[in-house]
């Protein structure tokens, strides 16, 4: 019997899983729950960001790293990278 989510922590760890499994979608739908719960949850927002680059949804994933890079700028060599990567590939 698996548990429902109810934390903002508890859907990134259901995204994190459905990504694994190639269940993009529902991994999506995991992040932006954890989001909503939690808006400055920096860590859903730059796997997120990483999951829609993955899909080729540069505009996306760039929005989505650019909030990370708000919310942690000490993650900035990391979040400038898949910035960079998406600009490269549009």
């Not at 994190?16 to 859903?44: C, F, M, N, P, T």
């Not at 979040?79 to 990567?85: A, C, P």
């Amino acid at each position: 019997m698996s548990e429902t989510p109810t934390t903002h922590y508890d859907f990134y760890r259901v995204a994190k899983s459905r990504e694994k499994q190639g269940r993009y979608d529902e991994a999506l739908s995991a992040y932006e729950k954890a989001i909503e719960l939690s808006s400055d949850y920096a860590h859903a927002w730059y796997y997120k960001g990483l999951l829609h680059k993955k899909l080729e949804q540069y505009d996306v994933a760039i929005t989505c790293a650019e909030r990370a890079l708000e919310l942690e700028p000490s993650w900035e060599r990391h979040i400038s990278k898949l910035i960079e990567d998406c600009k490269s590939c549009q």
